[in-house]
């Protein structure tokens, strides 16, 4: 499954569009531009398995970094302040990553 089949590709090119400068990102308004904020819990969660990398059951640190590149390849790399700050804001638990419940509660918030 891509996330073009869950998301506009119009909608995603806009939001990766919108991040493009260094230290721009901001994950609730990327789900918003992206449509994902709108989605039923049942598609975030299709959408966080595709952003799971490793099937690990988690979003690490590391995949976060490539955040923006699994919707669009040709997007930036998130800075390493922009993956800190978005896995503080996600990490409830702080445990160093962001579990599927952790990620539908940010998206959907």
Do not use: H, W
Request: proline share 4%.
């Amino acid at each position: 499954m891509s996330l073009s089949s869950l998301l506009s590709a119009d909608a995603i090119a806009g939001a990766v569009k919108d991040c493009q400068a260094p230290d721009s990102f901001c994950p609730k308004k990327f789900f918003q531009a992206c449509g994902l904020a709108k989605k039923s819990p049942q598609d975030v969660k299709k959408v966080f398995g595709i952003l799971d990398n490793d099937g690990s059951g988690y979003i690490e640190e590391e995949e976060l970094k490539f955040f923006l590149q699994r919707f669009c390849p040709a997007a930036r790399a998130l800075t390493d302040k922009e993956t800190k700050d978005f896995l503080a804001a996600a990490d409830d638990d702080s445990d160093g990553r962001i579990g599927v419940d952790e990620f539908q509660a940010m998206v959907l918030a």
